[in-house]
Protein backbone atom coordinates (compact mmCIF):
# COMPACT_ATOMS: atom_id res chain seq x y z
CA UNK A 1 0.00 0.00 0.00
CA UNK A 2 1.52 3.89 -0.94
CA UNK A 3 1.90 5.49 2.65
CA UNK A 4 1.61 9.36 1.69
CA UNK A 5 4.09 11.38 3.74
CA UNK A 6 2.91 13.05 6.90
CA UNK A 7 1.48 16.66 6.32
CA UNK A 8 2.41 17.50 10.15
CA UNK A 9 2.71 15.81 12.93
CA UNK A 10 0.88 13.71 15.39
CA UNK A 11 -0.49 14.39 18.58
CA UNK A 12 1.63 12.83 21.53
CA UNK A 13 1.26 12.69 25.70
CA UNK A 14 2.74 14.30 27.91
CA UNK A 15 6.45 15.77 28.00
CA UNK A 16 7.72 18.91 29.73
CA UNK A 17 9.05 22.35 28.63
CA UNK A 18 12.89 22.09 29.18
CA UNK A 19 15.15 24.98 28.56
CA UNK A 20 16.94 24.17 25.27
CA UNK A 21 20.76 25.26 26.07
CA UNK A 22 21.95 24.66 22.73
CA UNK A 23 25.13 26.47 23.13
CA UNK A 24 27.06 24.94 20.50
CA UNK A 25 24.21 24.59 18.05
CA UNK A 26 26.10 27.30 15.33
CA UNK A 27 29.48 26.15 15.89
CA UNK A 28 31.52 23.95 13.69
CA UNK A 29 32.59 20.87 14.83
CA UNK A 30 37.00 20.78 15.42
CA UNK A 31 38.32 17.64 15.70
CA UNK A 32 40.70 16.67 18.40
CA UNK A 33 44.42 14.96 17.19
CA UNK A 34 44.94 11.90 18.15
CA UNK A 35 45.58 11.42 21.59
CA UNK A 36 48.92 9.66 22.87
CA UNK A 37 46.69 6.84 23.97
CA UNK A 38 43.40 5.30 23.64
CA UNK A 39 41.44 2.41 25.56
CA UNK A 40 39.06 0.65 23.51
CA UNK A 41 36.50 -1.45 25.91
CA UNK A 42 35.29 -4.81 23.83
CA UNK A 43 31.22 -4.16 25.02
CA UNK A 44 30.02 -1.01 23.67
CA UNK A 45 26.71 -2.50 22.24
CA UNK A 46 23.66 -4.54 23.71
CA UNK A 47 24.69 -7.97 23.60
CA UNK A 48 27.90 -10.25 23.47
CA UNK A 49 30.93 -8.80 24.65
CA UNK A 50 33.88 -8.77 21.99
CA UNK A 51 36.96 -10.84 22.34
CA UNK A 52 40.23 -9.03 21.74
CA UNK A 53 41.70 -9.92 18.55
CA UNK A 54 45.78 -8.86 19.13
CA UNK A 55 47.48 -8.98 21.90
CA UNK A 56 50.45 -6.34 23.74
CA UNK A 57 53.21 -5.48 21.17
CA UNK A 58 51.44 -6.08 17.75
CA UNK A 59 50.87 -2.75 15.54
CA UNK A 60 47.72 -1.99 14.60
CA UNK A 61 46.07 0.67 11.79
CA UNK A 62 42.80 2.95 11.94
CA UNK A 63 39.78 0.43 11.11
CA UNK A 64 41.57 -2.74 11.46
CA UNK A 65 39.30 -4.88 13.93
CA UNK A 66 40.75 -5.65 17.41
CA UNK A 67 37.36 -7.65 18.64
CA UNK A 68 34.88 -10.04 17.51
CA UNK A 69 32.41 -11.54 18.53
CA UNK A 70 30.33 -14.79 17.15
CA UNK A 71 27.11 -14.00 18.68
CA UNK A 72 24.44 -12.43 16.33
CA UNK A 73 23.34 -9.91 18.81
CA UNK A 74 27.17 -7.93 19.38
CA UNK A 75 29.39 -5.70 16.81
CA UNK A 76 32.95 -5.84 15.93
CA UNK A 77 35.03 -3.08 17.22
CA UNK A 78 37.77 -1.72 15.53
CA UNK A 79 40.88 0.34 16.75
CA UNK A 80 40.32 3.86 16.30
CA UNK A 81 43.78 4.86 16.13
CA UNK A 82 47.37 3.63 14.35
CA UNK A 83 50.21 2.20 17.02
CA UNK A 84 50.86 -0.66 19.31
CA UNK A 85 48.99 -2.31 21.39
CA UNK A 86 50.60 -1.83 25.40
CA UNK A 87 48.31 -4.41 27.15
CA UNK A 88 44.86 -5.89 26.56
CA UNK A 89 43.25 -5.37 30.51
CA UNK A 90 40.04 -4.54 32.82
CA UNK A 91 39.46 -0.54 33.18
CA UNK A 92 37.15 1.39 34.31
CA UNK A 93 34.36 2.54 32.01
CA UNK A 94 32.21 5.73 32.26
CA UNK A 95 29.14 3.62 33.46
CA UNK A 96 31.32 2.68 37.24
CA UNK A 97 31.58 -1.22 35.53
CA UNK A 98 34.98 -2.62 34.57
CA UNK A 99 35.33 -3.88 30.86
CA UNK A 100 38.11 -5.55 28.70
CA UNK A 101 40.09 -2.69 26.93
CA UNK A 102 42.59 -2.83 24.04
CA UNK A 103 44.56 0.25 25.28
CA UNK A 104 46.90 1.26 22.06
CA UNK A 105 49.67 3.47 21.99
CA UNK A 106 49.35 5.97 19.04
CA UNK A 107 51.83 6.42 16.46
CA UNK A 108 50.44 10.12 15.70
CA UNK A 109 50.28 9.08 12.74
CA UNK A 110 46.10 7.91 11.92
CA UNK A 111 47.32 5.52 9.39
CA UNK A 112 44.24 3.90 7.71
CA UNK A 113 44.58 -0.30 7.96
CA UNK A 114 45.28 -0.88 3.88
CA UNK A 115 43.13 -4.11 3.54
CA UNK A 116 39.92 -1.65 3.71
CA UNK A 117 37.71 -1.05 0.90
CA UNK A 118 34.36 -0.09 0.14
CA UNK A 119 31.66 -3.52 0.69
CA UNK A 120 29.76 -5.01 -1.84
CA UNK A 121 26.10 -4.68 -1.30
CA UNK A 122 24.34 -6.84 -4.19
CA UNK A 123 21.00 -7.74 -1.94
CA UNK A 124 19.54 -7.61 1.18
CA UNK A 125 21.75 -10.41 2.71
CA UNK A 126 25.15 -9.14 1.45
CA UNK A 127 23.44 -5.08 3.07
CA UNK A 128 23.46 -6.71 6.40
CA UNK A 129 26.59 -8.56 6.30
CA UNK A 130 28.01 -5.13 5.56
CA UNK A 131 26.24 -3.29 8.51
CA UNK A 132 27.60 -5.93 10.50
CA UNK A 133 31.13 -5.76 9.20
CA UNK A 134 31.05 -1.73 10.15
CA UNK A 135 30.91 -2.36 13.78
CA UNK A 136 27.75 0.01 13.61
CA UNK A 137 25.69 0.50 16.80
CA UNK A 138 22.55 2.68 17.63
CA UNK A 139 24.75 6.17 18.32
CA UNK A 140 21.65 8.24 19.89
CA UNK A 141 22.95 6.17 22.67
CA UNK A 142 21.00 3.16 23.22
CA UNK A 143 24.36 0.86 21.59
CA UNK A 144 21.94 -1.62 19.72
CA UNK A 145 23.61 -3.21 16.84
CA UNK A 146 22.42 -1.68 13.77
CA UNK A 147 22.25 -5.17 11.42
CA UNK A 148 19.96 -6.49 14.19
CA UNK A 149 17.68 -3.75 14.25
CA UNK A 150 17.56 -3.79 10.54
CA UNK A 151 16.94 -7.30 9.86
CA UNK A 152 13.20 -7.76 10.35
CA UNK A 153 11.79 -10.46 11.55
CA UNK A 154 10.09 -12.59 10.10
CA UNK A 155 6.00 -12.05 9.80
CA UNK A 156 6.95 -8.69 10.78
CA UNK A 157 5.56 -5.90 8.03
CA UNK A 158 7.56 -2.93 8.21
CA UNK A 159 6.98 0.30 6.14
CA UNK A 160 8.32 3.39 7.84
CA UNK A 161 12.11 4.39 8.31
CA UNK A 162 12.07 7.41 10.61
CA UNK A 163 15.34 9.05 10.94
CA UNK A 164 15.78 10.50 14.58
CA UNK A 165 17.30 14.04 14.27
CA UNK A 166 14.54 15.21 17.35
CA UNK A 167 17.98 15.37 19.67
CA UNK A 168 15.21 16.84 22.65
CA UNK A 169 17.99 16.56 25.62
CA UNK A 170 18.96 19.95 26.37
CA UNK A 171 22.71 20.96 25.17
CA UNK A 172 23.58 18.14 22.97
CA UNK A 173 23.66 19.22 19.83
CA UNK A 174 25.84 16.55 18.17
CA UNK A 175 23.16 15.36 15.67
CA UNK A 176 22.22 18.97 14.70
CA UNK A 177 25.87 19.18 13.72
CA UNK A 178 25.90 15.64 11.93
CA UNK A 179 22.64 16.60 9.63
CA UNK A 180 24.63 19.94 8.80
CA UNK A 181 27.91 19.03 8.39
CA UNK A 182 27.64 15.56 6.91
CA UNK A 183 24.35 16.06 5.18
CA UNK A 184 24.91 14.20 1.65
CA UNK A 185 25.99 10.49 3.92
CA UNK A 186 22.77 11.07 5.86
CA UNK A 187 20.83 11.25 2.64
CA UNK A 188 22.81 8.66 0.84
CA UNK A 189 22.38 6.43 4.43
CA UNK A 190 18.55 6.91 4.17
CA UNK A 191 17.72 6.35 0.34
CA UNK A 192 20.12 2.90 0.70
CA UNK A 193 18.28 1.53 3.93
CA UNK A 194 14.99 2.81 2.45
CA UNK A 195 15.87 0.95 -0.91
CA UNK A 196 17.64 -1.97 0.64
CA UNK A 197 14.57 -2.71 3.22
CA UNK A 198 12.21 -2.10 0.16
CA UNK A 199 10.26 0.34 2.78
CA UNK A 200 7.73 2.94 1.34
CA UNK A 201 9.02 6.28 2.46
CA UNK A 202 11.39 7.79 4.76
CA UNK A 203 10.40 10.26 7.39
CA UNK A 204 13.57 12.42 8.69
CA UNK A 205 11.99 13.79 11.96
CA UNK A 206 13.76 17.38 13.44
CA UNK A 207 12.70 19.32 16.03
CA UNK A 208 11.65 22.88 14.85
CA UNK A 209 14.63 24.58 17.11
CA UNK A 210 17.34 23.17 14.37
CA UNK A 211 15.52 25.18 11.28
CA UNK A 212 19.15 25.52 9.86
CA UNK A 213 18.88 21.19 9.41
CA UNK A 214 14.71 21.42 8.28
CA UNK A 215 16.12 23.99 5.83
CA UNK A 216 19.47 22.15 4.16
CA UNK A 217 18.01 19.05 4.15
CA UNK A 218 14.38 20.33 2.44
CA UNK A 219 16.92 21.97 -0.17
CA UNK A 220 19.03 18.54 -0.96
CA UNK A 221 15.98 16.53 -1.30
CA UNK A 222 14.54 19.10 -3.68
CA UNK A 223 17.07 18.77 -5.88
CA UNK A 224 17.41 14.97 -5.30
CA UNK A 225 16.38 12.91 -8.55
CA UNK A 226 16.39 9.86 -5.98
CA UNK A 227 12.95 11.31 -4.55
CA UNK A 228 10.70 11.90 -7.39
CA UNK A 229 8.00 10.34 -5.65
CA UNK A 230 8.51 12.26 -2.85
CA UNK A 231 8.93 9.60 -0.73
CA UNK A 232 11.55 11.15 1.55
CA UNK A 233 11.43 14.02 3.62
CA UNK A 234 11.69 16.05 6.50
CA UNK A 235 9.04 16.23 9.21
CA UNK A 236 9.59 19.43 11.49
CA UNK A 237 8.15 18.50 15.33
CA UNK A 238 7.50 20.32 17.94
CA UNK A 239 10.71 20.87 20.08
CA UNK A 240 9.42 19.65 23.29
CA UNK A 241 10.91 16.63 25.51
CA UNK A 242 11.01 13.88 24.87
CA UNK A 243 10.35 14.09 21.40
CA UNK A 244 13.46 12.15 20.39
CA UNK A 245 12.28 8.84 22.49
CA UNK A 246 11.55 6.31 19.96
CA UNK A 247 8.03 5.34 20.67
CA UNK A 248 6.78 9.07 21.17
CA UNK A 249 8.85 9.59 17.61
CA UNK A 250 6.81 6.89 15.96
CA UNK A 251 3.43 8.34 17.30
CA UNK A 252 4.48 11.90 16.02
CA UNK A 253 5.52 10.33 12.50
CA UNK A 254 2.85 7.81 12.14
CA UNK A 255 0.39 8.52 14.68
CA UNK A 256 0.96 4.66 15.37
CA UNK A 257 1.08 3.38 18.90
CA UNK A 258 4.39 0.80 20.00
CA UNK A 259 2.06 -1.78 21.82
CA UNK A 260 3.51 -2.10 25.82
CA UNK A 261 6.83 -4.53 25.53
CA UNK A 262 7.01 -4.30 21.93
CA UNK A 263 9.41 -3.33 19.42
CA UNK A 264 8.94 -0.16 16.76
CA UNK A 265 8.80 -3.05 13.96
CA UNK A 266 5.63 -4.37 15.41
CA UNK A 267 4.26 -0.72 14.90
CA UNK A 268 5.95 -1.23 10.88
CA UNK A 269 8.95 1.66 11.94
CA UNK A 270 12.49 0.98 11.91
CA UNK A 271 14.21 4.61 13.55
CA UNK A 272 18.08 5.35 12.94
CA UNK A 273 19.70 7.86 14.83
CA UNK A 274 20.93 10.68 12.30
CA UNK A 275 24.49 10.11 12.93
CA UNK A 276 24.11 6.45 12.63
CA UNK A 277 22.59 7.19 8.52
CA UNK A 278 25.27 8.83 8.20
CA UNK A 279 27.84 6.88 9.49
CA UNK A 280 26.93 4.10 7.54
CA UNK A 281 26.65 5.26 4.25
CA UNK A 282 30.66 6.57 4.75
CA UNK A 283 31.15 3.02 5.64
CA UNK A 284 29.66 1.69 2.23
CA UNK A 285 31.53 4.21 0.22
CA UNK A 286 34.64 3.70 2.18
CA UNK A 287 34.81 0.71 3.81
CA UNK A 288 36.26 2.44 7.46
CA UNK A 289 34.15 1.39 9.72
CA UNK A 290 32.73 2.95 13.43
CA UNK A 291 36.17 4.53 14.83
CA UNK A 292 35.42 8.02 15.77
CA UNK A 293 32.38 10.00 17.83
CA UNK A 294 30.93 13.51 17.57
CA UNK A 295 30.31 14.78 21.15
CA UNK A 296 29.17 17.74 22.41
CA UNK A 297 31.35 19.14 25.25
CA UNK A 298 29.18 21.43 27.14
CA UNK A 299 28.19 22.45 30.78
CA UNK A 300 29.27 25.25 33.49
CA UNK A 301 32.51 24.19 33.87
CA UNK A 302 33.70 24.48 30.35
CA UNK A 303 35.85 27.23 29.32
CA UNK A 304 34.39 27.10 25.57
CA UNK A 305 31.71 24.37 25.18
CA UNK A 306 31.88 22.85 21.59
CA UNK A 307 31.28 19.52 19.34
CA UNK A 308 34.28 17.72 19.72
CA UNK A 309 35.24 14.59 17.01
CA UNK A 310 37.56 12.23 18.68
CA UNK A 311 38.69 8.41 17.79
CA UNK A 312 36.58 6.55 20.10
CA UNK A 313 38.51 5.29 23.32
CA UNK A 314 39.97 8.96 23.56
CA UNK A 315 40.26 9.38 27.98
CA UNK A 316 37.76 12.00 28.96
CA UNK A 317 40.34 13.53 30.58
CA UNK A 318 42.15 13.97 27.60
CA UNK A 319 39.06 15.81 25.85
CA UNK A 320 38.88 17.87 28.76
CA UNK A 321 42.76 19.29 28.53
CA UNK A 322 41.34 19.74 24.96
CA UNK A 323 38.42 21.44 24.84
CA UNK A 324 39.67 23.48 28.67
CA UNK A 325 37.81 23.77 31.95
CA UNK A 326 37.52 27.36 33.57
CA UNK A 327 36.78 25.19 36.94
CA UNK A 328 37.07 22.02 38.31
CA UNK A 329 34.07 19.76 37.15
CA UNK A 330 31.30 18.87 40.20
CA UNK A 331 30.45 16.47 38.52
CA UNK A 332 30.13 14.54 34.48
CA UNK A 333 27.14 13.55 32.80
CA UNK A 334 27.54 10.72 30.14
CA UNK A 335 24.72 12.11 27.72
CA UNK A 336 22.25 14.67 28.49
CA UNK A 337 21.27 16.04 31.84
CA UNK A 338 17.72 14.25 31.31
CA UNK A 339 19.05 10.91 30.80
CA UNK A 340 22.44 10.85 30.87
CA UNK A 341 24.62 9.04 33.82
CA UNK A 342 26.87 10.27 35.87
CA UNK A 343 30.03 9.41 35.79
CA UNK A 344 32.48 8.02 38.53
CA UNK A 345 35.72 9.08 36.40
CA UNK A 346 37.41 11.44 34.21
CA UNK A 347 39.71 8.48 33.31
CA UNK A 348 37.50 6.33 31.37
CA UNK A 349 37.20 6.45 27.42
CA UNK A 350 34.61 7.36 25.33
CA UNK A 351 32.44 4.67 23.84
CA UNK A 352 30.43 4.55 20.65
CA UNK A 353 27.25 5.14 21.99
CA UNK A 354 28.20 8.31 23.77
CA UNK A 355 26.88 11.85 22.22
CA UNK A 356 27.78 14.48 24.74
CA UNK A 357 29.73 15.17 27.57
CA UNK A 358 28.51 17.48 30.45
CA UNK A 359 30.74 19.16 32.89
CA UNK A 360 28.66 20.67 35.67
CA UNK A 361 29.48 23.32 37.85
CA UNK A 362 29.15 22.64 41.63
CA UNK A 363 25.53 24.92 41.18
CA UNK A 364 24.30 23.03 38.23
CA UNK A 365 25.15 19.45 39.89
CA UNK A 366 23.08 20.39 43.52
CA UNK A 367 20.46 18.02 43.74
CA UNK A 368 17.41 19.36 46.50
CA UNK A 369 16.66 17.12 48.95
CA UNK A 370 12.83 15.64 48.11
CA UNK A 371 10.20 16.08 49.75
CA UNK A 372 6.71 14.19 50.50
CA UNK A 373 4.69 13.65 47.44
CA UNK A 374 1.64 15.91 47.66
CA UNK A 375 -0.58 13.89 45.13
CA UNK A 376 -0.08 16.95 42.78
CA UNK A 377 -0.41 13.79 39.68
CA UNK A 378 1.80 16.18 37.89
CA UNK A 379 4.40 13.04 37.35
CA UNK A 380 1.17 10.90 35.51
CA UNK A 381 0.12 14.17 33.38
CA UNK A 382 3.87 14.46 31.90
CA UNK A 383 4.60 10.54 31.31
CA UNK A 384 4.60 9.73 27.73
CA UNK A 385 4.18 6.05 27.79
CA UNK A 386 0.64 6.55 30.37
CA UNK A 387 2.70 5.31 33.51
CA UNK A 388 1.74 6.26 36.78
CA UNK A 389 5.25 7.29 38.10
CA UNK A 390 3.87 7.89 42.26
CA UNK A 391 2.78 4.24 41.84
CA UNK A 392 5.44 2.98 40.91
CA UNK A 393 7.63 4.48 43.53
CA UNK A 394 5.12 3.46 46.52
CA UNK A 395 5.38 -0.34 45.17
CA UNK A 396 9.05 -0.06 44.68
CA UNK A 397 9.14 0.83 48.61
CA UNK A 398 6.53 -2.03 49.76
CA UNK A 399 8.78 -4.48 47.09
CA UNK A 400 5.71 -5.08 45.10
CA UNK A 401 6.91 -7.02 42.38
CA UNK A 402 3.28 -7.86 41.25
CA UNK A 403 1.90 -4.51 40.92
CA UNK A 404 5.14 -3.39 39.44
CA UNK A 405 4.80 -5.59 36.51
CA UNK A 406 0.75 -5.00 36.78
CA UNK A 407 1.48 -1.24 35.87
CA UNK A 408 3.96 -1.91 33.23
CA UNK A 409 7.43 -0.86 35.08
CA UNK A 410 9.63 -2.59 32.45
CA UNK A 411 7.88 -0.07 29.90
CA UNK A 412 9.09 3.23 30.94
CA UNK A 413 11.81 4.76 29.35
CA UNK A 414 13.91 6.64 32.10
CA UNK A 415 13.10 9.46 30.29
CA UNK A 416 13.20 11.38 33.60
CA UNK A 417 9.86 13.85 31.97
CA UNK A 418 7.79 12.92 35.64
CA UNK A 419 11.48 13.85 37.90
CA UNK A 420 11.58 16.99 35.63
CA UNK A 421 7.51 17.79 36.52
CA UNK A 422 7.69 17.17 39.96
CA UNK A 423 7.71 19.92 42.13
CA UNK A 424 8.02 18.04 45.35
CA UNK A 425 11.90 16.91 43.48
CA UNK A 426 10.96 12.73 44.40
CA UNK A 427 13.51 10.56 42.61
CA UNK A 428 10.78 8.67 40.48
CA UNK A 429 13.58 7.34 37.28
CA UNK A 430 15.93 6.12 40.49
CA UNK A 431 12.74 4.27 42.12
CA UNK A 432 11.42 2.42 38.96
CA UNK A 433 14.60 1.27 37.61
CA UNK A 434 15.04 -0.39 41.25
CA UNK A 435 11.49 -1.65 40.04
CA UNK A 436 12.57 -2.85 36.92
CA UNK A 437 16.05 -4.55 38.96
CA UNK A 438 13.33 -6.44 40.72
CA UNK A 439 11.17 -7.28 38.30
CA UNK A 440 14.33 -9.02 36.72
CA UNK A 441 14.93 -10.62 39.27
CA UNK A 442 11.47 -11.99 40.59
CA UNK A 443 10.91 -12.88 35.99
CA UNK A 444 9.29 -10.06 34.07
CA UNK A 445 6.30 -11.40 32.86
CA UNK A 446 5.69 -11.96 28.99
S1 LIG B 1 7.64 6.92 34.31
FE1 LIG B 1 9.34 6.52 32.94
S2 LIG B 1 8.54 6.92 30.90
FE2 LIG B 1 7.15 7.89 32.37
S3 LIG B 1 7.89 9.99 32.55
FE3 LIG B 1 8.85 8.80 34.18
S4 LIG B 1 10.81 8.17 33.34
FE4 LIG B 1 9.53 8.81 31.59
S1 LIG C 1 4.63 14.90 40.55
FE1 LIG C 1 5.69 14.45 42.45
S2 LIG C 1 4.42 15.36 44.02
FE2 LIG C 1 3.15 15.24 42.19
S3 LIG C 1 2.10 13.23 42.35
FE3 LIG C 1 3.96 12.87 41.21
S4 LIG C 1 5.46 12.24 42.76
FE4 LIG C 1 3.78 13.23 43.85
Known sequence: MELSFPKKPFRTHGGAAVPHRKHTAQIESVVMPAPAEVAIPM??????????????????????????????????????????????????LSSGGYGDAVIIESDGKMEPCP???????????????????????????????????????????????????????????????????????????????????????????????????????NGLLAADSRNSDHSVG??????????????????????????MGKLPADA??????????????????????????RLTVDGGAVKD???VIVPI????????????????PAKLLIGGPMMGMAAPTFDA????????LLFLSEEESHIPEPSACIRCGRCVQGCPMHLMPTRLEEYVKARDVEALQKFDVMDCMECGTCAYNCPAGRPLVQAIRLGKGLVKAGGAKK
Not at 234 to 259: F, H, M, S
Not at 272 to 285: D, E, H, Q, R
Open 115 to 217: DLKAPEVTDLKSFLQAVHDSGLVGLGGAGFPTHVKLNVPEGKTVDTLIINVAECEPYLTADNREALEDSANVLDGVFTVKKMLKLSRAIIAVEKNKPQVIEKL
Open 268 to 293: GCIVMNVTSVATLAAYLKTGMPLVKK
Open 305 to 307: PKN
Open 43 to 92: QMHVGAPCTPLVKPGDLVTVGQKIGDSKAFVSAPIHASVSGKVKAVKKIQ
Open 313 to 328: GTYIRDIMNFVGMKTE
Open 234 to 259: VLPLKATYPQGAEKVLIKACTDRTVP
Open 349 to 356: PVQKQNNG
